[in-house]
T-cell receptor, first 112, second 114 residues
């Protein structure tokens, strides 16, 4: 089945710096790669996703890149702000394409 | 608009006691439903998913079971809880387009087995 690896597990940056979180997946047939943000005590929420027919997608300060050959995708946050502090999860579909398999999460801390 | 309800928010149960967590979705039909568990250092672990009434798929062997008695109701159960069942349980739903649509999570249940 699908296996999603996420790195790093924790990331600390200064306000204004960029943050990059990387994920790898095992199933070459996977075609959908979302990123979720979970603020402390709250539910995970989708922040951006990418499908296999594109290599990059941007939404203001966040972007996701996908390398299907290498089977990895990354989340990029530019000009980080304290409110970006949260746990970020990457995900990919299971082999049947019926459920999302999540990475173990990255705790991002942005200090001002 | 669609909403997802999950209860209770917190639960403290003794080892060996039964468990029943309920999740309901409003404002949509034929959703795909999911139970995830979040434990420290283990991310969001998929436990069960359902693509229709009475259809349950399990991703990992465990002490838990799931049922879908109605289209928009998903129940997580255990006959006898273990200490290792402690964690944060999240219910989620997606549309029938499977993974090309956003997954919406409930507020979660914090379960502590003592």
């Amino acid at each position: 089945g699908e296996n999603v690896e996420q790195h790093p597990s924790t990331l600390s940056v200064q306000e204004g710096d960029s943050a990059v979180i990387k994920c790898t997946y095992s199933d070459s047939a996977s075609n959908y790669f979302p990123w979720y943000k979970q603020e402390l005590g709250k539910r995970p929420q989708l922040i951006i996703d990418i499908r296999s027919n594109v290599g990059e997608k941007k939404d203001q300060r966040i972007a996701v890149t996908l390398n299907k050959t290498a089977k990895h995708f990354s989340l990029h946050i530019t000009e980080t702000q304290p409110e970006d502090s949260a746990v970020y999860f990457c995900a990919a579909p299971n082999q049947a394409g019926t459920a999302l398999i999540f990475g173990k999460g990255t705790t991002l801390s942005v200090s001002s | 608009s669609q909403t997802i309800h999950q209860w209770p928010a917190t639960l403290v149960q003794p080892v060996g006691s039964p468990l029943s967590l309920e999740c309901t979705v409003e404002g949509t039909s034929n959703p795909n439903l999911y139970w995830y568990r979040q434990a420290a250092g283990r991310g969001l672990q998929l436990l069960f998913y359902s693509v229709g009434i009475g259809q349950i798929s399990s991703e990992v062997p465990q002490n838990l079971s799931a049922s879908r008695p109605q289209d928009r109701q998903f129940i997580l159960s255990s006959k006898k809880l273990l200490l290792s069942d402690s964690g944060f349980y999240l219910c989620a739903w997606t549309g029938q387009e499977y993974m090309n649509t956003e997954a919406f999570f409930g507020q979660g249940t914090r379960l502590t087995v003592v």
